[in-house]
């Protein structure tokens, strides 16, 4: 036979796992530097390092997941959620990407979606507390309150200091009207994380039920104190302090909270009608 020596076929085996690991290490690389740009908040940084990582390796599932983070987290929710397939086709056994498409489901209210992508999730990771929580967060927006307790209670068996775990679980027990129980879980979420907002307006919000205002009006100052923009707290003083007749604040407080949310309307004349009732109030 002419034209030289034929290569070896081992020789070709070698050389081309080198540079399959060469890619790969490349690919690595660049997740990587995506990642850490990311964490600086330099968004088109991260994504142009994502994509580099795709062009060396098409196969690298974790390029795909980490782009979906960034794109999720910058308001592009179908192109997370194409980015994050495309990870679970290729590594159908990695839980965060179930993760992330779950959430990008759930932020375009798409319920029964994201339940099944953490049904997903918590198969492969099943003791994933934050996934636990993020199931019954979503349960209960369904109305399934019982179901969330479920979740919300496996994630404190798995994690006892999980804050939002607690303050989930007192915000389904608040719609429930079992306000003391309540109160009991947004304190315990707040001696596990002093700055959780959402508990002390959700602690404030169950005093306020039971008629304890001025407790319940400290904590709906720590949370606008935590948060400026938390627009319930306001309305939700604003109710407090027009059930104390302090009506000149209440006014303040709906009219900042309008500011901020003009959907809330509707929703402080509901609650006016319906507490200014139990109290007796005209």
Avoid: C
């Amino acid at each position: 036979m002419r034209g030289g020596p034929a290569i070896p076929f081992f020789i070709v085996a070698i050389t081309t796992s080198i540079i399959h690991a060469q890619t790969a290490s490349s690919a690595r690389a660049y997740v990587e530097r995506g990642n850490e740009r990311f964490a600086q908040k330099d968004i088109k940084g991260a994504l142009d390092d994502f994509n580099i990582a795709i062009t060396f390796d098409p196969d690298y599932a974790s390029a795909y997941y980490n782009r979906g983070r960034v794109l999720l987290s910058n308001g592009f929710p179908d192109d997370a959620i194409a980015d994050f397939t495309k990870a679970i086709s290729i590594d159908p056994r990695l839980a965060r990407a179930y993760d992330g498409r779950a959430n990008a489901l759930l932020g375009k209210g798409q319920y029964d979606q994201a339940i099944a992508d953490f049904d997903q999730l918590l198969q492969i990771a099943a003791r994933y507390a934050p996934g636990y929580v993020n199931r019954g967060s979503v349960r209960q927006l369904k109305g399934d309150l019982n179901g969330a307790i479920s979740d919300f209670n496996r994630a404190i068996d798995i994690n006892p200091r999980l804050a939002q775990a607690y303050n989930n679980r007192g915000a389904v027990l608040l719609a429930m009207s079992e306000f003391k129980r309540a109160i009991t879980d947004f304190s315990r979420a707040l001696r596990l994380d002093p700055h959780l907002t959402a508990a002390y307006n959700g602690r404030g919000a169950a005093y306020l039920e039971l008629g304890d205002l001025d407790i319940a009006i400290s904590d709906f100052n720590r949370a606008i104190q935590s948060d400026l923009k938390y627009a319930v707290a306001y309305l939700n003083r604003g109710i407090a302090l027009w059930l104390k007749g302090r009506t000149t604040e209440a006014d303040g407080d709906f009219k900042s909270g309008l500011e901020l949310n003009p959907n809330l309307k509707s929703l402080i004349e509901e609650r006016k009608k319906e507490m200014g009732s139990r109290f007796s109030i005209q």
